[in-house]
């Protein structure tokens, strides 16, 4: 049996907490490569989130996070560790005007 055409699957956008019907959502991958399907589940964005959402490439993003262990330690932790680190292989950020 086909699902209802009127169903509508809710998901929660991972900035927010905002609840959206999934047709309203943008789907967000976490290695950036949305298009790769296989074995993967996506989070959602809503779509002034996704908006907000800075699409420059995050190459080694997702690994220097596990690295850094976000999410196990304290906030202030962290950010002095990512910031480190990120000094240490990409060198100082410089606003640009």
Not at 16 to 34: F, I, L, N, T, W
Not at 79 to 85: F, G, K, N, R
Request: hydrophobic share 25%; with cysteine; charged share 40%.
């Amino acid at each position: 049996m086909w699902p209802s055409r009127t169903h509508t699957e809710a998901v929660t956008c991972l900035a927010c907490g905002e609840q959206v019907s999934r047709s309203k959502a943008r789907e967000y991958d976490k290695h950036g490569d949305r298009w790769d399907r296989d074995d993967k589940t996506f989070e959602h964005l809503c779509k002034s989130c996704h908006d907000d959402l800075c699409h420059y490439p995050r190459d080694e993003l997702e690994a220097l996070l596990i690295e850094l262990e976000a999410g196990e330690t304290t906030r202030e932790r962290f950010l002095s560790s990512y910031l480190e680190t990120v000094e240490e292989r990409y060198g100082t950020l410089e606003e640009e005007y």
